[in-house]
């Protein structure tokens, strides 16, 4: 099970998460999302757990906790959405500069 973690406060680690969440079962992965171009985290991660039951007890039981100083929000990750294939943005061929 994939599980959204989000409301993070930028210096949770994922050993922080890793720990928290093992609490409930076995943790396969802990992503912290990160800003393409500065590298520091976004405020939001990824848990997975193979277990689904197990990754439900942990949903339930992570949401509103505090982990680093913050009360986290805890959900099912919704599947991502696809977002089209990149290109150019509207504005009808009039080949100038954007």
């Given at each position: 099970m994939n599980i959204y973690v989000g409301n993070m406060s930028y210096d949770?680690?994922?050993?922080e998460l890793r720990e928290a969440f093992a609490a409930y079962g076995e943790v396969s992965r802990v992503s912290i999302i990160t800003d393409r171009e500065t590298g520091r985290p976004r405020g939001f991660a990824f848990v997975e757990m193979p277990n689904d039951e197990e990754g439900k007890a942990a949903i339930e039981g992570m949401n509103l906790q505090k982990v680093g100083g913050r009360s986290i929000t805890v959900n099912e990750a919704k599947?991502?959405?696809?977002r089209g294939g990149g290109g150019r943005r509207g504005g009808g061929g009039?080949?100038?500069?954007?």
């Open positions: 949770t680690t994922e050993s599947p991502r959405e696809d009039r080949g100038g500069r954007w």
